[in-house]
Structure formats: C-alpha cells, structure tokens
C-alpha cells in the first residue's frame, strides 16, 4: 500500500512544502474564516500538529488518493489527485514541523507529541454515512462505502503513520 501512497512518501520528502500554500489551504481558509487558536507554546503547537496535520492530513491524502482510484470520472479523477498532493504536502509540513519541535523542545515537546500521537491513534475509523440509495453514484465519484473506508483508516494508520511515529519519536528519544 504504502508505496502507492503519497502520503507515504510525503513523510521522507523535504523540500518546499515549507513555503508552499496548496490551493486546497487557500480554498478552506476562505471558507472557514474562524479565528486562529492561540496555542500556549511549542509542546501545544506540536500536538496540534500531530492531530491536524501528521494524522488528519496523511488520512486525507490516503483517503483522496484512494478515492481518485476508484473514482471513473475524468474530471473527479483530476480533482482528487490535486487534493491527494495537496493533503500529501500538508501532511510533510507537519511531520517536518513536529521533527523540529522535538529537536528544539526538549522533553515537554516528545510528551506532548507522544500523548497526541496516542490519542489521535485511538480514534475510531470513519462510519458509512451514505444511504444505499447514494452508494452507486458516490462509487462513480470514487466515495468508498464505510466499511471501505474503515479499512483505509486502518491501513493507512498501520501502513503510514504508525511506522512513521515510530521513526519520529525513536530519533528523539
């Protein structure tokens, strides 16, 4: 699975993702204009990271990756492979951000991160939310059932993260 990923590959790369604004970012931030959470440090701010980006977006490039797999429409196929990488360097900018907090941080940073790491990893996989009478035309568009995308949760997280959390936190121990 994981080399067909982006996400997968995302964790090792390096390079622009740093000053790079996927359009996906873009997008969301004018359609959610919320006030930013004001972090109380780098321990939180690494957490937050983990929960958002290591694990929400590693998910939502798997899971777009997936999809767009699935998917038999042109144009939905092209959508989802740009929302894959978008998510996929999402998903690198976190992990990035959270090597460095642990190297910078110090002890209260790796706590912080592991007990996130633990929580997020705890969260149930995602439930169907489609009634039969949908499932054929959300298969065309690539939209896995629940039990579909309860098994990508679990792959991705076995295949992707976990391995990676390990790598991470081993390097800072």
């Known amino acids: 699975m994981s080399a067909s990923i982006p996400a997968a590959s995302a964790v090792r790369r390096s390079g622009a993702a740093a ?6 970012a873009r997008r969301r931030r004018r359609a959610q204009p919320e006030a930013p959470r004001r972090a109380s ?3 939180e701010l690494a957490a937050r990271a983990v929960r958002e980006g290591c694990v929400g977006e590693t998910l939502a490039a798997v899971q777009a990756s997936e999809q767009r797999s699935r998917a038999t429409d042109a ?9 894959a990488e978008d998510e996929a360097w999402h998903a ?3 992990w990035r951000f959270v090597a460095w907090a642990l190297q910078t941080g110090g002890e209260p940073v790796r706590r912080a991160v592991s007990e996130a790491f633990e929580a997020a990893l705890a969260s149930p996989p995602p439930a169907a939310t489609a009634p039969d009478a949908e499932a054929d035309a959300l ?3 690539g939209r896995p059932d629940g039990a579909a995308l309860a098994t990508s949760h679990r792959r991705a997280v076995a295949e992707v993260i976990a391995p990676a959390m390990r790598a991470l936190l081993g390097a800072w121990s």
């Open 75 to 83: 144009a939905v196929r092209s959508a989802l492979a740009t929302i």
């Open 139 to 141: 298969a065309a568009h």
């Open 19 to 24: 000053t790079a604004e996927p359009s996906s």
């Open 41 to 43: 440090g780098l321990p």
């Open 92 to 94: 690198e900018l976190a």
